[in-house]
Each structure stands twice: as structure tokens, then as C-alpha cells.
């Protein structure tokens, strides 16, 4: 089981498609960061003055962390990352279910958006494995790094 | 191999692309003040909300939101017909003003949740335009005329999707569009009539 987890292109696949929807999460929310602020404000769990610095930041570091795990910089430290956000949101997403709150889920921007709801809880606990199978077999295959360092065809 | 993650190198990714956001937002044409200013909730004066000639509309503080007084609608020359007042952008309404124009079927409700909240209980009449979803060549929407009267509403007073469909609405045209503050839970409190469909 453990190989099947931790085979290189697997590991490859799941870090494709983790960055793939980071990259693609993220510039639906650059693109309207007004939006994006006012989804942040209807989770009514910040002060509204730090809303739209968060709203500014957080596209971006999810749109770079992203990149960089397609293109194998920073492996860890990206997927350290990325889990971070999932776990984060997870918990906003479970208590504004709690909390009855009938709201844009502001995921992936707010462009065709989805409310908040068991389906987002399922779609954010399938990318965290994911991210916990990248974070925990981390290979340094088909990275930059490994190109650095061993030439393409040693990979 | 196992490696340690390296913190030093997540500082250095979460510096550099905050600043690179900072930027962007800086340079970009829908950018965003850093600091989010207080949203300003245009309530409609009973009198607009019923038609009358009188054209203010009070301002309210919601949730740390300021007070302020502001001119909304705006009348045409001569000011004695009430069809000349307009607004200059949906307007709130409490539900006293709401549970009014139901009762006088001068306006029509739209609830603007997904079919599956719309279809576990309504305001009676009220038809369905769900926010997420909403399409300028909605088949519902041809067969309201521009001029009639709208109440626009969604789950409760912290959903944001019937002030967005009321924006959409009167960026169609729609002159005379109202968002029920309230909404569903507030109506269904009071005990007004609701449907199941």
C-alpha cells in the first residue's frame, strides 16, 4: 500500500492536479478581489478591517504555492502550505454549517459560486489527502531540483 | 529520505507572494483598498417602498456598519407624479415594508436561494431565480415587465445573494427592486404565510 502511495507518478498526478485547482481557485479570486472580500465578510469571523488585506494575500500565495508544487520547487514546504489552507478552510466551511449560515462558499471565487455545504467538506477532505500523500512522500521526481541536480534523464 | 520541512523557505513563499499581491492589487484596475471601508445599507423610506412622492432613504448601521444619511432616488422634473420617482440602486426593506407590498400584491417576490431551499417552503408566489445561477436570459425574467415592483430576498439577514440578484436585476432594467432584509427566516418568524412546492 505504502508504494502504491508514495510511487513517483502518483505523487506526480497528485501534485498536478493539487496545483492545477490552487492555480485555478486563485485567479478566479485575483481577478475579483472585491468579490472575493465580500465572500470573506459573509463567513462573519474577521474584523472587517483585516478582510481585504486577507483578500488581497491569500489568492496569491495559493496561486504560487500552486506553481511552484506543479513544477516541483519547494515540494514540502508548498504542501506544508497548501494543507494549511485546506485545513483552514475545512473549519470555516464545518462551523459556518454549524453556524446555519447560508453563504457563497467563495472557493473558487465568486464566479458560478457554490454554497457552503457537505459537497465543499468532501471536495476539501479528498485535495487535504492529497496534500498529506505529497507532504508525507514528498519525491523529489519530475521537480525542478531533480532537474538541477541529476539532468532529466536520470529521473 | 525523509527531509524536514524548512520554515524559513514557507516565510520566504508567504513574504514574497503577499508582497507580490500587495502589488498586483496595487497596479490592478479592480484593485482594493487595503483596509475595507464600512458598508453603507440603503434602507427605503415607507413612502418609496409604497409609492409615494417622497424620495429619501435612510442609511443604517449594520454589523459595524456606519450611519450615514444618503439621497437614493432622485425625482424628475415636475416631482408631483409618483411614477416619476426612481431609484439609483436597490434599496432595503424591513419586514414590515415587505409583509405591506405582499399584502397589496404590488410587487413580486423572488426568492433568490437554490431550488432545494426554494421548494422546502416560500414566501407564497414568490418565484425562483437562484443568485448562482442567474442568467440575463432567464425564461422567468421575460415575463416580468421592467416597471413592476421586485422584493428580492434569500435565507436570512446574513446572506448576501438577494442584494447581488437585486443588482443584477436592476442592472437589466429593473427600476424598482427592494431587497427584504429579513429574508425567509425573518418572514417565517413572524409567522406570515409561507408555500411549499
Redesign the interface.
Given at each position: 500500500m505504502k508504494e502504491i502511495i508514495s510511487n513517483k507518478y502518483l505523487l506526480l498526478v497528485s501534485r498536478l492536479v493539487l496545483g492545477f485547482i490552487f492555480i485555478y481557485a486563485a485567479v478566479e479570486k485575483?481577478?475579483?478581489?472585491?468579490g472575493f472580500?465580500?465572500s470573506i465578510?459573509?463567513y462573519?469571523i474577521l474584523p472587517?478591517?483585516?478582510?481585504?488585506?486577507i483578500?488581497?494575500?491569500?489568492?496569491?500565495?495559493e496561486?504560487?504555492?500552486g506553481l511552484?508544487l506543479i513544477f516541483g520547487v519547494?515540494i514540502?514546504?508548498?504542501a506544508?502550505?497548501i494543507n494549511t489552507f485546506l485545513v483552514l478552510f475545512l473549519f470555516l466551511i464545518t462551523i459556518s454549517l454549524f453556524r446555519g449560515?447560508?453563504?457563497?462558499c467563495g472557493c473558487f471565487g465568486t464566479v458560478?459560486?457554490?454554497?457552503v455545504g457537505i459537497k465543499k467538506i468532501i471536495e476539501d477532505v479528498l485535495l487535504l489527502l492529497l496534500g498529506i500523500q505529497i507532504y508525507y512522500f514528498?519525491s523529489k521526481s519530475f521537480s525542478i531540483n531533480s532537474i538541477k541536480t541529476n539532468g532529466i534523464k536520470n529521473q | 529520505m525523509k527531509?524536514k520541512?524548512?520554515f524559513k523557505?514557507?516565510i520566504v513563499?508567504?513574504f514574497?507572494?503577499?508582497i507580490?499581491?500587495?502589488l498586483?492589487?496595487f497596479f490592478?484596475s479592480?484593485?482594493?483598498?487595503?483596509?475595507?471601508k464600512?458598508?453603507v445599507i440603503a434602507w427605503a423610506k415607507d413612502s418609496i417602498v409604497n409609492g409615494n412622492v417622497e424620495s429619501e432613504i435612510k442609511d443604517k448601521i449594520i454589523?459595524?456598519v456606519k450611519k450615514k444619511e444618503n439621497i437614493q432616488s432622485k425625482q424628475l422634473s415636475d416631482g408631483k407624479n409618483k411614477d416619476n420617482q426612481i431609484l439609483l440602486k436597490p434599496a432595503f426593506i424591513y419586514l414590515k415594508q415587505a409583509s405591506t407590498l405582499f399584502k397589496s400584491k404590488k410587487a413580486i417576490f423572488i426568492d433568490a436561494?437554490?431550488k432545494w431551499?426554494f421548494a422546502d417552503g416560500h414566501i407564497p408566489n414568490a418565484l425562483n431565480i437562484p443568485e448562482?445561477?442567474f442568467d440575463n436570459s432567464n425564461p422567468i425574467l421575460q415575463t416580468i415587465p421592467l416597471d413592476k415592483t421586485i422584493v428580492t430576498y434569500?435565507?436570512?439577514d446574513?446572506?448576501?445573494?438577494s442584494s447581488k440578484l437585486a443588482e443584477n436585476l436592476f442592472g437589466l432594467g429593473y427600476k424598482k427592486v427592494f431587497i427584504f432584509f429579513g429574508g425567509w427566516n425573518e418572514w417565517i418568524k413572524a409567522g406570515y404565510p409561507s408555500e411549499v412546492k
Open positions: 485575483i481577478a475579483d478581489p472585491s472580500a465580500d465578510y459573509n462573519k472587517p478591517y483585516f478582510i481585504n488585506i483578500a488581497i494575500v491569500i489568492p496569491w500565495i496561486f504560487i504555492a511552484f519547494a514540502k514546504e508548498n506544508f502550505i449560515l447560508n453563504i457563497d458560478g459560486g457554490e454554497s514528498d | 527531509q520541512v524548512d523557505v514557507i513563499i508567504l514574497a507572494s503577499s507580490l499581491g500587495i498586483f492589487n490592478y479592480k484593485g482594493i483598498s487595503l483596509i475595507r464600512e458598508k454589523s459595524g436561494r437554490d431551499d448562482y445561477s434569500c435565507g436570512g446574513d446572506c448576501d445573494i
